[in-house]
């Protein structure tokens, strides 16, 4: 089944459980693309005539919200009944995976390209998201977005997570913007972690505990005021090819553990056959926890 929702309820059990972790839940609303569950409730937001059905396979779909002002009186709307839910600094607002075939045939999204003085499509998601920026931070909220959001022209005052490589936390950095480091060579934990043929079904890729260790999310090319700006760095565990929980905690652990000691600063590439020793004895408290 593809449905479902969280009841506001819900939502505030979520958070009251995380505090207690010390955990910060920051919610992702996507924007201009991976809309297409959006479109299918509400057709009206969309350069083309639906309907729309929620998307069911795999890849990018190519409806993606159109730039009118109902649209951002829409997501504005979904942004109040968001923000006071999660009492945090952030809001992602995606912006990843947008492909631009519908606004280059929409004569709508066409002319407002020329009506604002855009050069494309690209300036066109720009435009789009700094407008939501605008609204977000006059709710005293900042945004997140994935590195396509630096393709137009970043927003203002915008995080970004660097994805698709390193390249645009090295730019932001340059530019005075916080970066948190996500790439997926060493960071998307939805990748084997050891032999395919041993291992539960995965997306493809091979990330092994050594190689997580060895990372180091500061790239070289900056120098030490600029590196002030890698915030950090994330694991994503993406769940396309992850049937339940077990398969969950089967793909985090134990490479969870060499990103903590990465983030933490503390791991040394030459050290990890130390580390090593110590994650399998530490498998004894992830049996006792029943991961």
């Given at each position: 089944?593809?449905?479902?929702?969280?009841?506001?309820?819900?939502?505030?059990?979520?958070?009251?459980?995380?505090?207690?972790?010390?955990?910060?839940?920051i919610p992702e609303i996507e924007m201009p693309g991976h809309a297409q569950a959006a479109l299918a409730a509400y057709p009206e937001y969309a350069c083309t005539k639906g309907p729309f059905e929620v998307w069911k396979q795999w890849g990018v779909?190519?409806?993606?919200?159109?730039?009118?002002?109902?649209?951002?009186?829409?997501?504005?709307?979904?942004?109040?009944?968001?923000?006071?839910?999660?009492?945090?600094?952030?809001?992602?607002?995606?912006?990843?995976?947008?492909p631009k075939k519908v606004w280059k045939e929409s004569k709508f999204v066409q002319d407002l390209i020329k009506e604002k003085g855009l050069k494309d499509e690209?300036?066109?998601?720009?435009?789009?998201?700094?407008?939501?920026?605008?609204?977000?931070?006059?709710?005293?909220?900042?945004?997140?977005?994935?590195?396509?959001?630096?393709?137009?022209?970043?927003?203002?005052?915008?995080?970004?997570?660097?994805?698709?490589?390193?390249?645009?936390?090295?730019?932001?950095?340059?530019?005075?913007?916080?970066?948190?480091m996500t790439p997926t060579g060493t960071n998307y934990f939805d990748y084997y972690q050891g032999n395919?043929?041993?291992?539960?079904?995965?997306?493809?890729?091979?990330?092994?505990?050594?190689?997580?260790?060895?990372?180091?999310?500061?790239?070289?090319?900056?120098?030490?005021?600029?590196?002030?700006?890698?915030?950090?760095t994330q694991a994503n565990l993406w769940t396309e090819y992850v049937l339940d929980f077990p398969h969950v905690q089967h793909m985090i652990f134990p490479r969870m553990m060499a990103l903590s000691e990465v983030a933490w600063g503390t791991s040394t590439p030459s050290e990890y056959k130390n580390f090593e020793n110590r994650v399998l004895d530490h498998f004894k408290v992830l049996e006792q926890k029943g991961i």
């Open positions: 089944r593809y449905d479902g929702f969280y009841t506001q309820e819900q939502i505030k059990e979520v958070v009251a459980y995380a505090k207690k972790l010390h955990i910060d839940v779909s190519e409806n993606i919200f159109c730039p009118k002002e109902e649209t951002f009186k829409f997501l504005e709307d979904v942004m109040d009944e968001v923000i006071p839910l999660f009492p945090y600094e952030y809001v992602h607002i995606g912006g990843d995976e947008a690209l300036e066109m998601q720009s435009y789009f998201i700094t407008r939501m920026e605008k609204y977000i931070n006059s709710k005293g909220k900042q945004i997140i977005g994935w590195d396509e959001i630096l393709e137009g022209g970043l927003a203002p005052n915008a995080t970004v997570m660097s994805w698709t490589g390193i390249e645009g936390g090295i730019h932001c950095a340059k530019t005075q913007h916080k970066a948190i395919p043929e041993t291992e539960p079904i995965a997306i493809g890729g091979d990330l092994r505990l050594d190689k997580v260790y060895g990372y180091n999310p500061i790239p070289k090319e900056l120098n030490a005021e600029q590196a002030k700006y890698i915030w950090g």
